[in-house]
């Protein structure tokens, strides 16, 4: 049976998609570049301790999801609270931000303070020009029609600008995480009924879903289904950087990819589906899409991460699991063994130092001595930890964490998918790849439904011939 779907990049969406596939007789070939499958979901392992790609959780909504996932291991997951906070000079708030945390727990003055600014948005609403589309509204626009402008100045402006390096002018109220569903209004319904009478369901956010999280690091989620997927016939490769994807005269696609050593070879299919930023997707086409879609392909753009790992025998350092910063070099700051206590030898834990990053500034290539000097002395102040306490360092970087929704993204982005659309044989899917915040569970639900959706038309062209691997 020759019947190939060729999918670009191991994360979790190349990996459920695979497994889908190859469980319905397809047979597929996944190329990733890195040497482990897992992309933003994977552990980096060093000298025994594990440091996930910011801090990582499971849970989903989706019942069918979850199961999924819960039966990928031997012994079930234990469910646990989620456990943030938010250290805003000096004070713990709650974390999602409530109405409680903005009129309580920043202090009587600022309470008051963010009360009158709420009446006076809502009385007074500010003289703006109206977005044309929705996600042309600004955060600034959305978050202060929402919170009034004393939360927007205190919380919303300093936190995002810090974390994007974006004025909140110029980023799309999208931007935000629930944006739809956040509203002071909410947050003080929220919590009357939380206070009152038991929650009700339909205002439960996906903040507030139990989590669930494997022993030795989250990386097992994505191992699990990298096993499954292989154990149905899917064909995975690490170390593989797809570099051109072409199609010949007869229609079929073929996918140029290059070893670390410099290699390179070719594996030719029916149909590719990419999982990697649009960006590089649309520049390794040949022959080349118009010069429009390249352009638009190129305003979109994401922003990196980089993942300092201090390692240390203190335990129970921030009393949570993770904690948002303000004002410091970082954004946020977690616990290993807050997530799972196996993820690092017994009397050690890892604190995970996120720092926001662009592929074009210092951090980005700074070595992990020069990101501790940066840190440290916040820590230390802030009580976390000192300079003595740190055993050794751990390091990951990622290029491609988070989209960046500036303010004109969706009308590129249009245009970009418009132009995949348009060719049969080519899809583009996943967090990544479709420019678009998704967690795992709405990964593997996107990728589960296009391999459903895709299935008839996969098993026909293979008919007409299937993957030959040139390596
Ligand atoms: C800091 C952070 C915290 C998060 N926390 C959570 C959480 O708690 N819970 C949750 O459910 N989700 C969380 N997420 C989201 C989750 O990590 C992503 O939704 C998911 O991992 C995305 O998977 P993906 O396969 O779509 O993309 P990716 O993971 O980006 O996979 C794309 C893959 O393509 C590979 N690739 C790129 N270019 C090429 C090429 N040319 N050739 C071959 N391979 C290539 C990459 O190496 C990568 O492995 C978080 C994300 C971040 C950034």
């Known amino acids: 049976m020759e019947n190939q779907v060729i999918i670009i990049g191991a994360g979790s969406t190349g990996l459920s998609l695979a497994w889908r596939l190859a469980s319905h007789g397809i047979q597929v070939q ?68 409530t109405a409680y945390s903005a009129l309580f727990q920043m202090g009587l003055g600022s309470g008051l303070l963010a009360g009158l600014s709420f009446v006076k948005s809502r009385v007074l609403p500010r003289r703006r020009a109206a977005a044309a589309t929705p996600e042309e509204e600004s955060v600034e626009d959305w978050a202060i029609d929402h919170f009034g402008e ?123 589906v990419a999982t990697i930023p649009l960006a590089d997707l649309t520049r390794m086409l040949d022959p080349a899409p118009p010069a429009d879609v390249l352009t638009s392909a190129g305003h979109l753009d994401y922003r990196a991460l980089t993942v300092l790992g201090m390692v240390t025998e203190r335990q129970n350092i921030l009393g949570c699991s993770y904690m948002y910063v303000l004002n410091r070099p970082y954004n946020r700051i977690s616990e290993m063994n807050e997530f799972g206590p196996a993820t690092s030898p017994p009397g050690e834990n890892v604190l995970m130092v996120e720092i926001p990053t662009l592929r074009d500034s210092p951090a980005w290539t700074a070595s992990k001595e020069k990101l501790f000097d940066m840190c440290i002395g916040s820590l230390a102040a802030d009580g976390f930890l000192a300079p003595g306490d740190v055993k050794r360092l751990l390091l990951a970087r990622m290029p491609y964490a988070y989209p960046i929704y500036r303010k004109d993204y969706a009308r590129h982005l249009r245009g970009v998918l418009d132009y995949i659309e348009s060719r049969p044989r080519l899809f583009t899917l996943g967090r990544t790849g479709e420019f678009m915040y998704m967690d795992i569970d709405r990964c593997m639900r996107r990728a589960f439904d296009f391999a459903d959706r895709n299935l008839a038309r996969f098993a026909e062209a293979s008919k007409a011939g299937g993957l030959r691997d040139e390596s």
């Open 30 to 97: 996944v190329l990733e570049a890195n040497p482990t499958v897992g992309g933003l979901a994977s552990t980096l392992r060093d000298g025994g301790c594990g440091m996930d790609m910011g801090p990582h959780t499971f849970f989903s909504d989706d019942r069918d999801i979850l199961d999924t996932v819960l039966r990928l291991f031997d012994s079930p997951l234990t469910a646990r609270p989620r456990s943030a906070k938010f250290y805003y000079e000096g004070k713990l708030l709650d974390y999602p931000l």
């Open 150 to 272: 004393h939360i927007y100045r205190s919380f919303f402006k300093p936190y995002t600008e810090q974390f994007w390096k974006i004025p909140c002018t110029e980023l799309s109220s999208r931007t935000i995480p629930s944006h739809t569903q956040m509203s002071f209004i909410n947050t003080c319904r929220l919590l009357i009924r939380r206070r009152l009478a038991k929650l009700d369901a339909s205002l439960i956010e996906r903040e507030m879903l139990p989590t669930y999280y494997p022993d030795s690091g989250f990386q097992e989620i994505v191992d699990g289904i990298a096993r499954e997927a292989g154990k149905a016939g899917a064909a995975i490769r690490t170390g593989c950087r797809a570099v051109r994807i072409s199609e010949s005269a007869e229609g079929r696609m073929c996918v140029q990819w290059e070893t670390g050593s410099g290699t390179v070879e070719t594996v030719t299919g029916t149909h590719v």
